[in-house]
């Protein structure tokens, strides 16, 4: 199944397929065979929904570690 | 000189969109790459630009206290400088900005007489400015942590922008072992010691994706003591009014007041 996280990693890292992004956002998630619920995340923008949806691709992983600065 | 090395680099907010050229070699090219950043994406994409790129985040447990943390992770990225590596160590953001670990690495790496440099980097506070339209240099700007804002009580220029740091984990000293319970009442009851309980403040936090907004929330420092913020966001306090000039000074330096 295909993930938003793999879109995510190629759209920060892939200028063209940014671009064709920013055109057409429909498109592309087609291409990459995102389901429907996934393309209206992506579509939203939701930091907090992205977060989950991202935590559910990777149950294994700690998706989002908030890292404390120090306190001097 | 020794045969180690060490360069600390930042990797910006946003994944892989704002790590700049230099760092980005340097990520590439490093005999090991040590790397702390909040995302899970970004250890990924670190991971695709140096193969066996090492994660420090074992060093955070919850309860753990964070000092204890940031020897650590000093301590592990020194061993593999005196190892003999050409050590890159990658973190979150700007690695000299509220990463005591980068310039502690720094310091002990040169003291330890190896070449060390910090490269710099796309800070959250870089971004706020971006995404909120705002000009350090209109008004002035403090930039604090939260709880040593509250603990260490600096003096404040309300005329000035000011930026507090974490408020997600104000009051608290180690990694949370729950959900954090940040202490903002006690950071709302300093606030409006300073500020009319109307004035308007700013939830921020960078977006870390390229398709996701930044998160900006309005709330009125009466109300913050209630919010519910993301665990890495920032408050920001826009100014009241502007200062006075100082005639005596403009006169002075021969200006006019505007």
Redesign the interface.
């Known amino acids: 199944m295909a993930k938003i996280?793999d879109l995510?990693?190629d759209?920060?890292?892939d200028p063209r397929l940014?671009r064709e992004?920013e055109r057409d956002a429909e498109k592309v998630m087609r291409e990459r065979g995102l389901s429907e619920n996934q393309r209206q995340i992506?579509r939203d923008?939701?930091?907090?929904r992205?977060r989950q949806e991202?935590e559910a691709e990777?149950p294994d992983?700690?998706?989002?570690?908030?890292?404390?600065?120090?306190?001097? | 000189v020794p045969g180690g090395s060490l360069t600390v680099v930042g990797t910006g907010i946003q994944l892989a969109v704002q790590v700049t050229s230099q760092a980005r070699a340097a990520i590439e090219h490093a005999d090991e790459v040590l790397y702390l950043v909040t995302d899970f994406l970004a250890g990924t994409w670190i991971e695709r630009l140096h193969p066996g790129a090492e994660s420090l985040e074992r060093y955070y447990e919850a309860g753990k206290d964070r000092a204890e943390t940031y020897a650590e992770i000093v301590e592990r990225i020194l061993s593999r400088v005196r190892a003999g590596a050409g050590v890159c160590a990658a973190f979150y953001g700007h690695p000299g900005v509220l990463v005591r670990t980068g310039h502690e690495a720094i310091r002990r790496a040169r003291l330890e007489g190896f070449d060390a440099r910090m490269l710099p980097g796309v800070s959250a506070e870089d971004c706020l400015f971006a995404d909120l339209g705002l000009d350090p240099g209109e008004a002035g700007c403090q930039s604090y942590e939260a709880t040593s804002f509250l603990v260490y009580r600096p003096a404040v220029e309300v005329s000035a922008l000011l930026v507090l740091w974490q408020i997600g984990f104000v009051g608290e000293l180690t990694t949370p072992t729950g959900p954090p319970r940040p202490r903002l009442d006690v950071l709302a009851d300093r606030l409006v010691s300073l500020y009319p309980a109307e004035h308007e403040a700013l939830v921020y936090e960078a977006s870390p994706y390229v398709v996701c907004a930044p998160v900006v929330h309005r709330v009125r420092l009466a109300d913050l003591a209630g919010l519910d913020v993301p665990p890495m966001a920032t408050l920001v306090v826009p100014p009241l009014g502007r200062a006075d000039p100082d005639v005596t000074m403009l006169d002075r330096l021969g200006m006019s007041p505007s």
């Open positions: 996280g995510l990693v759209l920060s890292e940014l992004f992506l923008g939701n930091l907090k992205v991202l990777n992983a700690t998706v989002f570690v908030a890292l404390l600065r120090p306190i001097h």
